[in-house]
């Protein structure tokens, strides 16, 4: 699973619109701050998202963050797509606040919208 979807392509995130934030690392040795960094998920135009790496997809040493990070995406923007649910956006949501967000190496965390002053 190394391509892109129909419900999510590569491409920039818009930091100071409503994104998710993906950090990768061991919630039980360290903090939510402390896991990496590793990728943006926005919503994009027509339901598909678009995803902004942080680390280098091509380098071997990010291969497991890699795969775990894509078998996210295919669940959460792609399997769980239902005709009662067809934006995920909502269920990312509330999928932050869960214990399996926490338990899993790949955390979801959602970033509103930013206002300037």
């Known amino acids: 699973m190394t391509a892109e979807s129909e419900w999510w392509r590569g ?25 990496r960094s590793v990728a943006l ?16 997809r091509d380098d071997p040493r990010n291969s497991e963050i890699i795969e775990d990070v894509l078998s996210e995406l295919e669940l959460y923007l792609v399997e769980l797509r239902r005709p009662e649910r067809p934006d995920p956006w909502k269920y990312l949501q509330y999928h932050c606040t869960t214990t399996s967000n926490v338990y899993s190496h790949v955390h979801w965390s959602f970033v509103p919208q930013q206002t300037t002053k």
């Open 41 to 56: 998920v926005s919503r994009g135009r027509e339901g598909i998202c678009n995803v902004e790496f942080l680390i280098e």
């Open 11 to 35: 491409g920039p995130v818009d930091r100071m619109s409503e994104h998710f934030e993906l950090r990768y690392g061991d919630a039980s040795k360290c903090a939510r701050d402390e896991c």
